[in-house]
C-alpha cells in the first residue's frame, strides 16, 4: 500500500458526499421554482375568483328583465322604479372589467359602483312591490324572488373568495421575495383591486317578503 493511502477518503465515501450535494442542489433548485411559480399560480387564483364574480353579477343581470315585465304586469304605474332599474341594469352590463385589467383603479371603481347603482334600483323596486298583494303571490314573481335571493348570496360569497385571493396575490407581490421574484421574471404583474366596502356590504341584500 502506498504511503498516505491510508489517509484518503475510501471512493464510497466520495460517493456520499457527491449525492449529498446533488440532493442539496435539487432540493433548492425545486424550493426556487416553487417560490418563482406562486406569483403566477396566485395571480391566476385571483383571475379565476374574479370571473365567479362576473358570472353571478351576469345571472342577476338575467333575472333582471323578466322581473321587470312581471311587475309592470301587476304595476304599471310603478314606471319610473321599473325605468330606473332598466336603466341601471344597461349601465352595469356595459361595464366590462375582465381578467386582465382589474388592476386598472379607474375601471374597477367604474365596475363596482355600476353594479353598486343597480342593487340600489333593485332594492328600490322590490321595495315598491310590498304595495301589491296579488303580485306577491304571484307564482312568477315567487320563482323570480327565490332565484335573485339565491344570486345575491352567490354574489356575496364569489365576491368575498375573490377578495381573499386578491389579498393573498397582492401580498406576495408586494413582499419579499415574492416582490423581487415579481420583478424578475414577471415584471407585468401588478396589484389587483378589491371590492371596497359599501353600507351593509357585509351581508346580502333582503328580498324577501
Known amino acids: 500500500m502506498p504511503a498516505g493511502?491510508?489517509?484518503?477518503p475510501s471512493p464510497s465515501v466520495f460517493g456520499r458526499?457527491?449525492?449529498a450535494f446533488v440532493a442539496l442542489a435539487l432540493a433548492t433548485t425545486l424550493a426556487g421554482c416553487g417560490a418563482i411559480n406562486r406569483v403566477p399560480t396566485l395571480e391566476e387564483q385571483a383571475k379565476?375568483?374574479?370571473?365567479e364574480v362576473q358570472n353571478q353579477y351576469q345571472r342577476r343581470a338575467d333575472l333582471i328583465p323578466n322581473l321587470v315585465e312581471t311587475v309592470k304586469g301587476y304595476a304599471q304605474q310603478e314606471k319610473d322604479v321599473l325605468i330606473g332599474?332598466?336603466?341601471?341594469?344597461?349601465?352595469?352590463?356595459?361595464?366590462?372589467?375582465?381578467?386582465?385589467?382589474v388592476s386598472d383603479p379607474q375601471k374597477f371603481k367604474e365596475y363596482q359602483d355600476a353594479q353598486n347603482q343597480l342593487s340600489g334600483a333593485l332594492g328600490r323596486l322590490l321595495v315598491s312591490v310590498e304595495r301589491y298583494p296579488d303580485l306577491k303571490s304571484n307564482q312568477n314573481f315567487l320563482a323570480l324572488q327565490s332565484q335573485l335571493e339565491g344570486t345575491?348570496?352567490?354574489?356575496?360569497v364569489a365576491r368575498r373568495d375573490y377578495?381573499?385571493?386578491?389579498?393573498?396575490?397582492n401580498t406576495e407581490v408586494r413582499t419579499i421575495p415574492g416582490r423581487w421574484i415579481a420583478a424578475w421574471?414577471?415584471?407585468?404583474?401588478?396589484?389587483?383591486?378589491?371590492?371596497?366596502?359599501?353600507p351593509n356590504s357585509e351581508r346580502p341584500p333582503s328580498v324577501k317578503f
Open 5 to 8: 493511502a491510508a489517509l484518503l
Open 17 to 19: 458526499v457527491r449525492a
Open 48 to 51: 379565476s375568483s374574479w370571473s
Open 85 to 101: 332599474v332598466t336603466e341601471a341594469r344597461a349601465k352595469a352590463t356595459s361595464v366590462k372589467v375582465d381578467a386582465g385589467t
Open 152 to 156: 345575491e348570496n352567490r354574489i356575496a
Open 163 to 169: 377578495i381573499g385571493a386578491v389579498q393573498a396575490y
Open 185 to 198: 421574471f414577471y415584471p407585468e404583474a401588478k396589484p389587483m383591486e378589491t371590492f371596497t366596502a359599501t
